[in-house]
């Protein structure tokens, strides 16, 4: 997820001025002094955690939790980390400012709501000021569902290539990748709801046949192809 505000452009070529709420335009103190490595650690490891305790059913004194907890940080929680740093990457490559922030009270809830086993991640944004085109500003929303479903496709291609028994840390790779196809197709065809703060939303406002193709890409790798 990335967030933006700014007045919108009425045209492709006309430019909109798009910054974080946290400051006054031109004004980055609201984030001077972020340790922005130290944000998507926890974010990472929030997220990890609330996933493995979603998967286990909240019984984090089984012995399997661990062997869990480390599939869940290669797979929902790289996952999400890739997202963010995708929207980063593109914004800062179209001259945008871009930090990412997490959210600590989204964290600790969707932590404490996984013990009701329901997994709801929002681990922050990445909050963006620069100039931008409407279609600058639909590539930065793409940016982030689309680094998921590539990450599920190359899940996917794994699969039919690993040798049998395989394992990284200790984890059957199998089942790694398994896990990181699943999450990494949901979390690409959720972001890409066309309402609200949701990177669908802007991809829709930019182009409706990126968005339509996204969306169907999404739906093919979350409900028909199973792994």
């Known amino acids: 997820m990335h967030v933006d505000e700014g007045s919108q452009a009425s045209g492709e070529g006309e430019r909109h001025r798009v910054r974080d709420i946290f ?13 922005e490595p130290l944000e998507l650690l926890k974010a990472w490891s929030g997220t990890s955690l609330a996933f493995a305790i979603y998967l286990m059913g909240g ?9 869990v ?8 929680g790289m996952g999400f980390v890739a997202h963010e740093l995708a929207h980063r990457m593109v914004a800062r490559r179209f001259g945008a400012t871009a930090h990412f922030v997490a959210n600590d009270p ?7 709501l996984a013990f009701l086993r329901v997994f709801i991640a929002a681990p922050g944004a990445v909050w963006h000021q620069g100039y931008l085109t409407p279609r600058q500003s639909g590539l930065i929303a793409l940016a982030g569902p689309a680094s998921n479903l590539a990450l599920a496709v190359l899940a996917l291609l794994a699969l039919w290539f690993i040798p049998p028994g395989m394992a ?9 990748l398994r896990i990181g196809y699943s999450i990494n ?43």
């Open 23 to 35: 400051t006054p335009p031109a004004d980055d103190i609201g984030l001077r002094g972020k340790n």
């Open 59 to 67: 019984q984090v004194l089984n012995r399997a939790f661990w062997p």
């Open 168 to 176: 990284v840390l200790g984890l059957p790779l199998e089942l790694v």
């Open 69 to 76: 907890l480390l599939a869940a940080a290669l797979t929902c």
């Open 106 to 112: 989204w964290l600790l809830i969707s932590i404490a």
């Open 185 to 227: 197709a949901w979390i690409g065809l959720f972001n890409m709801i066309p309402a609200g703060p949701f990177d669908g939303a802007r991809v829709l406002a930019w182009d409706w046949r990126v968005f339509g193709v996204t969306v169907a890409i999404g739906l093919l790798l979350t409900f028909v192809i199973r792994v």
